[in-house]
């Protein structure tokens, strides 16, 4: 019995971190713009790196990048750092032209 409940803690902890989610920050060297996700796809056609893009929502392709795996704290921190204040948002769509 003991070695059925040991064999189900481990199997269950082994699938618990196969399971688990991954936070990426995803750097742009030619422009400098940093995305972050939690999915990065590799399309093989010339090694270019897919993945979407947490804040917009958009789905951005990358021919060249530098790929930093973060824990979930230094994720969801540099998420807050980089949302834009109210006063941001708003001057920018007061100098919009339309």
């Not at 939690?38 to 951005?60: M, Y």
């Amino acid at each position: 019995m003991l070695k059925i409940l040991l064999a189900v803690s481990i199997l269950s902890g082994l699938m618990a971190a196969g399971c688990s989610t991954h936070y990426y920050q995803v750097t742009d060297p030619e422009s400098g713009k940093t995305y972050y996700t939690n999915n990065v796809d590799r399309v093989w056609q010339g090694g270019a790196l897919n993945f979407e893009d947490v804040q917009s929502g958009t789905s951005v392709t990358l021919q060249n990048s530098e790929v930093k795996e973060l824990s979930e704290g230094e994720f969801m921190s540099r998420l807050a750092l980089n949302q834009p204040s109210r006063a941001t948002v708003k001057a920018h769509y007061l100098n919009d032209e339309f």
